[in-house]
Every structure is written in structure tokens, then in C-alpha cells.
């Protein structure tokens, strides 16, 4: 996909401060400081379009991104960091699962996991979540720069063994190198359909 403009619209909370649903998305999900942003960033080759941070929790309102003004990328918050606010993280879920289930236009979630980190039960249960309500799911391992490429073996048979998927299923994704790059693009391109 060649990626001619890439620009924020709006952060929202309820929908209706969302855009108008007339143009499909593809929304982004994982744990806090799992790379989430970064990924958004390197499929757009644009470096700050999406603001990424050291601070995990950083993300707490739906963002959307318009690309080629034919699609949309909604980066979702991050999950799982227990250092935000309570009443934060108790507002993300119902904010999450109005979007994820309301969204007629949304046509399919990329699942961001760390290669360094066994997935736990809140993928698990979004996994179950999401193929319970129909909506397409491709996972990728982000960080996979931070393993030599002998170490990323095990640790991907060990997150596609724990999320039931085949071992090829798993994308490993560095933002650094490029790694997966395409192999993320052909997963988007395959949800969106016919969209260029």
C-alpha cells in the first residue's frame, strides 16, 4: 500500500463524537506500551503522526487517523497498565466495547502483542470476545528487534500456542527494521477489500 496522506481527525469518547461512519476502519488494540503507536507510525512512514510515549497509558480516548482519504486507522487504548487512574481504566471497556460493537464501518482489529511477553487472559478473552461478535482479527508481535533472530522462535510458538493460532498466523513486526511491514499491510488490505 503506498501511503499518500495520513492525518489525526479526532479523539472521542462516546460515538457521537465520532467521524462519520462513511468510510471503513480498521482499529488497533493491546496492552499499554506494547508498540501500538509505533506500528501506526511505520505503516504510514510518518514519525509522530500518532504520539508515542515512554509512559505506558498514555493513550485514553479513541483516535482517528484518515489515510488516502479512503480509510481510517482508530488507534484504541491501551490495556492492562495498572498505574492509571481506576475510574480511567473502569470508563476504557464500556468505551472499547461501545466502539467495537457499534462501529458498522469498522472491518477488522489489529491484536498488538510485545514477542517478550506470554499473552494473558485479557487477549485471550478479547480473542473469544471478538470472534463471538464477528470481527476480523490478525495479531502481530511488535519489538521483534529486540530479540536476535534465533531467540524469536520460541517465544512466537509460545504466543501461538497460547492464543490458538497456526505458528504462521503471527506476524513479527519491528519497527526499527521493517520487519512484517508488508506481511501487516497485506493483513489490512485483505480486511478492507478493494479499498486503495
Excluded at 510518518?46 to 493513550?59: A, C, D, M, N, Q
Excluded at 502483542?113 to 470481527?135: A, K, S, Y
Amino acid at each position: 500500500m503506498i501511503v499518500k496522506s495520513a492525518e489525526f481527525i479526532t479523539s472521542a469518547i462516546q460515538p457521537p463524537q465520532y467521524p462519520p461512519a462513511d468510510l471503513p476502519e480498521i482499529a488497533f488494540a493491546g496492552r499499554s506500551n506494547v508498540g501500538k503507536s509505533s506500528l501506526i507510525n511505520k505503516l504510514v512512514n510518518r514519525r509522530r503522526l500518532v504520539k508515542t510515549s515512554s509512559t505506558p497509558g498514555r493513550t485514553q480516548l479513541i483516535n482517528f487517523f484518515a489515510i488516502n482519504q479512503a480509510f481510517r486507522f482508530v488507534d484504541l487504548p491501551g490495556y492492562g497498565y495498572a498505574k492509571v487512574p481506576a475510574g480511567v481504566r473502569r470508563q476504557w471497556g464500556p468505551m472499547i466495547e461501545t466502539y467495537l460493537t457499534q462501529r458498522r464501518c469498522l472491518k477488522g482489529l489489529i491484536l498488538i502483542v510485545d514477542i517478550r511477553r506470554t499473552p494473558g487472559v485479557e487477549e485471550e478473552d478479547l480473542l473469544h470476545w471478538l470472534d463471538h461478535h464477528g470481527i476480523a482479527c490478525r495479531i502481530v508481535a511488535t519489538k521483534a528487534d529486540k530479540l536476535s533472530r534465533n531467540k524469536q522462535i520460541r517465544p512466537a510458538r509460545q504466543i501461538a500456542a497460547q492464543l490458538a493460532l497456526a505458528d504462521d498466523a503471527l506476524v513479527l513486526f519491528s519497527a526499527k527494521s521493517g520487519l512484517g511491514l508488508a506481511a501487516v499491510w497485506n493483513h489490512i488490505e485483505e480486511m478492507l477489500g478493494s479499498v486503495s
